[in-house]
């Protein structure tokens, strides 16, 4: 079965941390690099973090520095450590392939900023 599942959003004030967490399921996933994707209202979705296998990251400038993407292989989960939010952060968070699967989106975790 190929699943993704994302958790660990909420609600916090601008200098707040969270933490999300996505469980994938399916070889398509576990020996691909991983990604957190977001997508404010109105706004295209945006890739912010990616990961290899081997647990090369990269970032997109806007996070760089604040956000960091992890993930365990054993557990096959990926995680997003995101500190110092701001309300530009505000966006339904997703995890997915990199390249992304279309097929395979999940229902996302919400993060909302509040200043």
């Known amino acids: 079965q190929v699943q993704l599942a994302e958790s660990g959003g909420g609600l916090v004030q601008t200098g707040g941390s969270l933490r999300l967490s996505c469980v994938y399921r399916?070889?398509?996933?576990?020996?691909?690099?991983m990604g957190w994707y977001r997508q404010a209202p109105g706004k295209q979705r945006d890739l912010v973090a990616t990961?290899?296998?081997?647990?090369?990251?990269n970032y997109a400038d806007s996070v760089k520095d604040r956000f960091t993407i992890s993930r365990d292989n054993n557990y096959n989960t990926l995680y997003l450590q995101m500190n110092n939010l701001v309300p530009e952060d505000t966006a339904v968070y997703y995890c997915?392939?990199?390249?992304?699967?279309?097929?395979?989106w999940g229902q996302g975790t919400q993060v909302t900023v509040s200043s």
């Open positions: 399916g070889t398509i996933f576990s020996l691909s690099a």
């Open positions: 997915n392939a990199i390249p992304s699967r279309s097929a395979y």
């Open positions: 990961i290899s296998i081997r647990g090369n990251t």
